[in-house]
């Protein structure tokens, strides 16, 4: 099923990420892991694709495992940064091969190396090189790409990196997913300003349940994002304790997405992390809203 289809169903629902395993002998837990996702009977499922390319075959065969034996729509990400056309060509090849019909196109992340490495010879720039090549290469994909409510880390402003959403979009993105965020207002005055830029496919915001301290600081690297300080008194009161931390965690993420529920928003998408237990909390603590 295509993303779109459920996306503009009107029906409130909740979607988890996964995250593929990095080696062989990692595979039958984060299997295991998926599959109990899959059984919450989510509204869909997304699998990461590994920094630099190097997991990309696992990506697609839980994707493939998840859709064909539990029924669940997946969406399979894509990065391109690292990769030569040749690459991208076969994995799209693969995507179609084993029936995915969502894919989330992203540059991907810069590892040490691809930052300090000659970006001359980059096949791909930008999410919107690779948007392209996958409409040019026939495959009937429902396309997908990431936005950023508090702008790109490495944009200068967030004009430009709006500017250069408007441009995945036409290229041929039919929705999009954020990045996280912990203050739903970023959110809010983010869909208030693509929409007068004149995008205007659904955007799925993304949560991520904070639930270790730990987490916290590597969280708020990656994604560059701000930490209310509701949040913050939070993770001083509670960090200590891993149980109370978790469970802090998932009122704090099942809050935020009450109220965007609450404000037209209809399918949220959970950074689940591998922890079915945390996708499930969040899913019952809901579970009259979703109906
Ligand atoms: P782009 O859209 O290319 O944007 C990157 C930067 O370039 C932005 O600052 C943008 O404004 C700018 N830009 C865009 N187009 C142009 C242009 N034409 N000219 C000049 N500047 C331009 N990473 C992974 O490795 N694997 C994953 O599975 C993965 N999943 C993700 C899922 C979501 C929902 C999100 C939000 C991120 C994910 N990431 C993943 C991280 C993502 O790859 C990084 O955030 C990366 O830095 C940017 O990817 P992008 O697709 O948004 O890039």
Partial sequence: MKLTDILNNGKLSLSFEVFPPKTDTGFNS????????????????SVTYGAGGGT?????????????????PMVAHLTCVSSTRETVAERIEAMKKAGIQNVLALRGDLTPELENGDRSKWAYRH??????????????????????????PESNNQNEDIKYLKEKVDAGCSFLTTQMFFD???LYNFLYKIREAGITVPVIPGIMPITNANQVERAMKLSGSFMPQRFKSLVDKFGYSPEAMKQAGIAYATDQIIDLFANGITNVHVYSMNKPDIA????SNISDILG
């Avoid at 984060?30 to 009977?41: G, H, P, Q, W």
């Avoid at 697609?60 to 859709?67: C, E, F, R, T």
């Avoid at 999410?127 to 790109?152: Q, R, T």
């Fill in 56 to 72: 990309s075959q696992y990506t697609l065969d839980i994707a493939k495992h998840i859709k064909e034996q539990y029924n669940v």
């Fill in 280 to 283: 499930a909390k969040i899913q």
């Fill in 127 to 152: 999410a919107v090189d690779l948007i392209h090549d996958i409409k040019d290469s026939g495959a009937d994909f429902c396309i997908g790409g990431a936005c950023y409510p508090e702008i790109h």
């Fill in 184 to 186: 739903n207002n970023l």
């Fill in 30 to 45: 984060v299997k295991t892991a998926t599959e109990e996702i899959a059984r919450l009977n989510p509204s869909f499922m």
